[in-house]
């Protein structure tokens, strides 16, 4: 059984830091491509950071400068460091992985930005 499970939100004051993690059982990170994407309320859910098996790293261009996406793989752990943070950050983040057949989703976690 596949289960992606993340950490690490909560609330922030802007210009804080977080770093989400999301641990995988049941598949191997380092053979998919992983990331995480977020959903506002009343927006669309949106990729903010993938890396690939390479490892390539790719950012919406709202995030470049500011997240950071990296891999374990012998933890089989994907983070994302998020500094300078916003209150347009602010949304439920979910990993994800994907194979060129399906894509796995974690939970999600709630990422406040609020002073």
């Known amino acids: 059984q596949v289960q992606l499970v993340e950490s690490g939100g909560g609330l922030v004051q802007p210009g804080g830091s977080l770093k989400l993690s999301c641990a995988a059982s049941g598949i191997i990170f380092g053979l998919m491509t992983t990331g995480w994407c977020r959903q506002a309320p009343g927006k669309e859910r949106e990729l903010v950071a993938s890396?690939?098996?390479?490892?390539?790293?790719n950012y919406v261009d709202s995030v470049k400068g500011r997240f950071t996406i990296s891999r374990d793989n012998a933890k089989n752990t994907v983070y994302l460091q998020m500094n300078s943070l916003k209150s347009d950050d602010t949304a439920v983040y979910f990993c994800?992985?994907?194979?060129?057949?399906?894509?796995?989703w974690g939970q999600g976690t709630q990422v406040t930005v609020s002073s």
């Open positions: 994800f992985a994907t194979s060129s057949s399906y894509t796995y």
């Open positions: 890396i690939t098996s390479t490892p390539t790293t």
